[in-house]
T-cell receptor, first 114, second 111 residues
C-alpha cells in the first residue's frame, strides 16, 4: 500500500513564473491538506480539500490555489512566484470521517525560486 | 484557533525518559491534542493523540491534566534516532481544521 506520494521531488523556477505541484493521498483517504515549510520553521497550513472543495484555508494569498480530483488526488498551484515562496511543500492526507486527526505526510516537493 | 507554546529545544541522553510540555490555554471543548515528529527533509509523522487524562501507545505516552490547558509528551528511554523536532497541535478531529504546527521543540539526544 503506497503512502502519500508527491511530484516532483525538486523544482527550480524563476520569479513571476507559475508552478503546479501534485499529490496522491494514501489509499482510502479522502482529504488532502497542503503545507509550506520554510527552512527552520514549522509547516504552515495552506488549505485543505475534501469532496473536491476547499474546506479550510490558512493565511496565504490568492496566488496559492488548489484542486482536488474525483480520485482524491490534489494539485497545488502557485502563480507569480516570489523569492519567498522557496520552501518545502508538504501534502498530507487523512480520513475526514475517521475521527482521528492523524495526517499522513508525503516526502514533500522542494521548490526553489531564483 | 487554539495556538500552542512549546520549548524551542531540549537536550537528553540515550536511555533517559524525555518529557516535552505544550501549553494551549485557549483549547476548545471539542479540541483534541496531537503530537507529530519530524526528521530533517521529511514530512511530519503522527505520534499520538488524546483528549484527556492519559493515552499510551507503543512509542509514547500523552498526559493531559483535568483543565486541558497543557499536555506532556513522554518518550521512554530515548535513543539517538529520536533526535527530531516534535510538534504539538490542537484541533477538532471531527471537523475540518486549520492545522497550526508552531515552531516545535527540537530534541537533541546525545550518546
Amino acid at each position: 500500500d503506497a503512502g502519500v506520494t508527491q511530484s516532483p521531488t525538486h523544482l527550480i523556477k524563476t520569479r513571476g513564473q507559475q508552478v503546479t505541484l501534485r499529490c496522491s493521498p494514501k489509499s482510502g483517504h479522502d482529504t488532502v491538506s497542503w503545507y509550506q515549510q520554510a527552512l527552520g520553521q514549522g509547516p504552515q497550513f495552506i488549505f485543505q480539500y475534501y469532496e473536491e472543495e476547499e474546506r479550510q484555508r490558512g493565511n496565504f494569498p490568492d496566488r496559492f490555489s488548489g484542486h482536488q480530483f474525483p480520485n482524491y488526488s490534489s494539485e497545488l498551484n502557485v502563480n507569480a512566484l516570489l523569492l519567498g515562496d522557496s520552501a518545502l511543500y508538504l501534502c498530507a492526507s487523512s480520513l475526514v470521517a475517521g475521527g482521528l486527526d492523524e495526517q499522513f505526510f508525503g516526502p514533500g516537493t522542494r521548490l526553489t525560486v531564483l | 484557533l487554539a495556538k500552542t507554546t512549546q520549548p524551542i529545544s531540549m537536550d537528553s541522553y540515550e536511555g533517559q525518559e524525555v518529557n516535552i510540555t505544550c501549553s494551549h490555554n485557549n483549547i476548545a471543548t471539542n479540541d483534541y491534542i496531537t503530537w507529530y515528529q519530524q526528521f530533517p527533509s521529511q514530512g511530519p509523522r503522527f505520534i499520538i493523540q488524546g483528549y484527556k487524562t492519559k493515552v499510551t501507545n507503543e512509542v509514547a505516552s500523552l498526559f493531559i491534566p483535568a483543565d486541558r490547558k497543557s499536555s506532556t509528551l513522554s518518550l521512554p528511554r530515548v535513543s539517538l534516532s529520536d533526535t527530531a523536532v516534535y510538534y504539538c497541535l490542537v484541533g477538532d478531529p471531527y471537523n475540518f481544521n486549520k492545522f497550526y504546527f508552531g515552531s516545535g521543540t527540537k530534541l537533541n539526544v546525545k550518546p
